[in-house]
């Protein structure tokens, strides 16, 4: 799992506040698999390394060669059989239990195409995961006997042995959910769960979902012992139940599982969608409409609409009539900080904060500005308005003034900056004062206004830099570059006492063999992509599996956080391919870009198609894009765990938060009063752990383990995922 993205362009990125599925659908599982201490082939009368063990099996693997002594024990079926580069492996099963164990399973992990086998048969067609199940005197295995089963197989893209498995018993299939609850049958024996019933501990939640939400228990009916069972329990407070949650399709642990201003009690009574943001699909969400008096459940085709921002000195309104549903969200009246090269607090006359009227383009909104009456005594108060064009500030035209109120009409469309100033102190300052120089003579302003447009620009960056350490204070720019590695892609960087210092869990890191670890951390990933579709599942695959070779299972050294980041240490994953599809397709992706679009489109409008305000500066405050955001609340894709969504789980394990983003500009070109060209939105996120991780819950551990204990050499670098969204744009000034 990656390090998270803020939820606002400047906020701390941590992702251990926010990867819920790992420890999550898996809780139980540490206790399910043990990872027994032990080297390879302990406490077994079998020789090779061991694939697999837990209190009823051990399974033992080991290549046969002609020159091994064990050749003459392979069949002659699989013997006579060679082509160029297959090989024969044995597979030893014994049973450490005391009763027999029958109709089992073994299902492992293998690009490699096995061709024969013998003692076994294959259970299903053979994918990334192959199962194996015992057929004749092999299907049961007795108290204390060990029986050996055998196949050919032919290397395949990436030649490798089994690294995980999953042993299966009784008749347990490893493919099949019996009980329809979304959890494998084998899984569910494992965790010591009811495969045929999807509410093993009857509190009226299933299985899947109390594994999932994580804040109950599927073993315990009523896990916190208040005397409620689990299923009427309210975790969101949110005045409905988890049980009717569940029954709604709504999230139990979120008080607004649409996100769209409303509970999802309040939803109910409403008459509302609480899954759905918009429930009459008119384009404007449910609690938007509730606010505007509208009706949420009727399409409506204009609205009426009053924007007001307080500004301490200065009130703020601006009203629009008749707006379509697509405008809605665009209009906007935003307080403006009072650190700013437009009009600073040392522009003449200056009474307060300014403010931002952000309009549709083909609508003049209804100004008024009421005034704080202390503040204002002995001045002459005015509307000024900051022109872009000719970059300084010039008394709106048509303004009233009735006491303590100014009212106007917006005569410059789109998005315009105002601010009330005493006239009589402003008007009477020289051209050089602040709001009345020409920011195009400031050598700082970024360039000659007359300059064409570049065709490619970088627009934005986030605050979090790729390959970069997060900043100390990221909510208060200027963030300073900082080169040191982030602390998520160190690797090799724990000795076995330091390892023990982060948690008791860890003291087994010492013996527990390699191929454990790959079992319990591909139990995460596995369980992740479980249904779904082939871009997300791919996606989960290539940064497993990037992570899991690493720079061709070669050392890459040692990276500490100290250590400026080196890029040619790592791989680079998802751009193009999979993880982009998967991210651009998801919902959150699409909200975000979208209203960034409309930003960016907005500010090329009202700016005739220049782009010089939106240059990427070291500091954010001077950075457009980074404040706009801020202000109008435009927050980067969150992909949470989903109880219904197996694509939303399956980036939930991919990414969940990415670390950090850029927005360029590509192939611009302005012709007339028209422009054209594409936003290129990159993220990219590090595949690695870090200490403030769920590190000590299943799988999590052994993540950690690998990426970080010095025993493995540097052989687990973490990569690094990039995920690439072309969206065109375009427009007229």
Same mark, same amino acid.
């Given at each position: ?166 042993? @299966? ?106 899954? +759905? ?38 009130? =703020? ?141 970088? #627009? ?76 997300? @599942? +791919? ?38 391919? =999979? ?20 930003? #960016? ?11 010089? +305000? ?39 394990? =991919? ?5 950090? &983003? ?19 939105? &990159? ?45 065109? #744009?375009?427009?007229?000034?």
């Amino acid at each position: 799992m990656s390090s998270g993205m803020a939820s606002d362009m400047g906020g701390p990125m941590n992702r251990s506040a926010a990867v819920p599925l790992g420890a999550a659908l898996l809780l139980l599982l540490g206790t399910a698999v043990p990872a027994a201490a032990g080297t390879p082939g302990d406490g077994a009368t079998t020789d090779g390394a061991t694939l697999y063990r837990d209190d009823t099996v051990d399974v033992s693997y080991h290549q046969v060669t002609p020159g091994d002594t064990a050749w003459s024990q392979v069949p002659a079926a699989l013997r006579g059989k060679a082509t160029e580069g297959s090989y024969v492996a044995r597979l030893q099963l014994e049973n450490v239990s005391d009763h027999p164990v029958s109709k089992w399973s073994l299902t492992f992990e293998l690009s490699d195409r096995i061709t024969d086998t013998s003692a076994a048969k294959l259970a299903a067609p053979q994918d990334a995961r192959t199962t194996l199940q015992g057929v004749g005197p092999t299907n049961t295995l007795q108290p204390g006997r060990t029986e050996t089963v055998w196949y050919r197989a032919e290397p395949g893209a990436e030649a490798d042995t089994p690294t995980w498995a999953s042993f @299966a018993k009784h008749g347990i299939s490893p493919t099949e959910d019996t009980d329809g609850d979304g959890l494998p049958d084998d899984l569910e024996v494992r965790a010591k769960l009811d495969p045929k019933s999807e509410d093993t501990d009857r509190d009226g939640l299933s299985d899947f979902a109390e594994l999932g939400y994580r804040f109950s228990s599927p073993l315990k009916a009523d896990t916190d012992g208040d005397g409620t069972k689990d299923g009427a329990e309210d975790p969101d407070k949110d005045g409905l139940t988890a049980a009717r949650e569940l029954e709604l399709r709504t999230t139990p642990t979120r008080a607004d599982t649409d996100q769209d201003g409303l509970a999802d009690a309040r939803e109910l009574k409403l008459r509302t969608d609480p899954t +759905q943001a918009d429930t009459d699909g008119d384009g404007v969400q449910d609690g938007e409409e509730t606010r505007l008096n509208a009706s949420p459940r009727a399409k409506n085709s204009a609205f009426d609409l009053t924007r007001r921002a307080d500004g301490g000195a200065t009130t =703020a309104e601006a009203t629009l009539k008749g707006l379509r549903a697509k405008q809605v969200g665009g209009f906007q009246v935003t307080r403006l900080p009072a650190k700013q090269r437009e009009f600073p607090q040392s522009t003449p006359g200056y009474l307060g904060n300014g403010f931002q009227v952000s309009a549709p383009a083909d609508r003049a909104a209804r100004l008024t500005f009421r005034l704080d009456p202390d503040r204002t005594e002995g001045t002459a108060p005015a509307l000024y308005r900051y022109d872009e064009k000719a970059r300084h500030l010039v008394k709106q035209s048509g303004q009233q003034r009735s006491g303590s109120t100014i009212t106007a009409t917006a005569t410059a469309y789109g998005s315009a900056k105002y601010v009330v100033l005493d006239s009589h102190a402003f008007d009477k300052a020289g051209p050089e004062a602040p709001g009345k120089r020409t920011l195009s003579d400031d050598p700082g302003d970024g360039g000659d206004p007359g300059d064409p447009p570049p065709t490619d620009m970088l #627009i934005h960056q986030s605050s979090f830099r790729e390959g970069r350490r997060k900043a100390p204070d990221p909510q208060h720019p200027p963030v300073p570059a900082d080169p040191r590695v982030a602390d998520d892609l160190t690797f090799n960087d724990y000795d076995f006492d330091e390892l023990t210092d982060l948690g008791w869990e860890f003291w087994v890191a010492r013996i527990t063999p390699e191929s454990w670890m790959w079992a319990e951390f591909n139990d995460i990933m596995n369980f992740g992509k479980l249904g779904a579709d082939a871009d997300y @599942a +791919q996606s989960v695959d290539d940064l497993r599996n990037a992570f899991r070779y690493g720079l061709g299972g070669q050392s890459a050294g040692t990276v500490t956080v100290d250590d400026n980041f080196d890029p040619g240490r790592y791989l680079y994953r998802g751009s193009g391919t =999979a993880l982009s599809r998967a991210v651009g397709a998801s919902p959150q992706e699409k909200t975000y870009t979208d209203k960034a679009g409309q930003i #960016i489109k907005q500010s090329l409008i009202d700016n005739q198609g220049r782009t010089d +305000q939106l240059k990427v500066q070291e500091d954010l405050s001077k950075n457009l894009l980074f404040q706009e955001f801020l202000r109008q609340d435009v927050k980067y894709p969150v992909y949470d765990f989903s109880l219904w969504d197996a694509n939303q789980r399956a980036l939930s394990i =991919a990414i969940h938060q990415f670390h950090g &983003h850029t927005i360029a500009l590509k192939d611009y070109k302005v012709e007339g009063n028209s422009f054209s060209g594409k936003l290129v939105f &990159h993220s990219y996120d590090h595949f690695g752990l870090d200490p403030d991780d769920e590190i000590t819950e299943y799988g999590f551990i052994d993540w950690f383990t690998l990426q970080h204990y010095d025993r493995f050499d540097g052989k687990y670098p973490p990569p690094i995922a990039q995920a690439d969204i072309e969206i065109p #744009i375009s427009g007229t000034f």
